[in-house]
């Protein structure tokens, strides 16, 4: 059974530059896209970034360039690294492997301006 856990998120100012990492545990974290995803209260959930298993990495247009994604197979860890925050960027954020088949609980980011 995979297990995915966020941990990074909180209340940053605009223009800050928080770290999130989601630790993954049942899978072979090593062959699996990963990737992440947010959701805006009342907006659906949206793509963020993904970054497959050989690196290769897809970000969405409103964050390309501030977002980098990025993974850690030594420890079964996916990070997303955020700068140059906006207050469009409150969310909570979710982890997902293997193209959304399995899910981390989120992490709740807001975004003070």
């Known amino acids: 059974q995979v297990q995915l856990v966020e941990s990074g998120g909180g209340l940053v100012q605009a223009g800050g530059s928080p770290r999130l990492s989601c630790v993954a545990s049942g899978s072979t974290f090593s062959v699996n896209t990963m990737g992440w995803s947010r959701q805006a209260p009342g907006k659906q959930r949206e793509s963020v970034a993904h970054?497959?298993?050989?690196?290769?990495?897809n970000y969405a247009d409103s964050v390309k360039g501030r977002f980098t994604i990025s993974r850690d197979n030594a420890k079964n860890t996916v990070y997303l690294q955020m700068n140059n925050l906006k207050p469009e960027d409150t969310a909570v954020y979710y982890c997902?492997?293997?193209?959304?088949?399995?899910w981390g609980q989120g992490t709740q980011v807001t975004i003070s301006s």
């Open positions: 970054i497959r298993s050989g690196g290769s990495t």
């Open positions: 997902w492997m293997n193209w959304g088949s399995s």
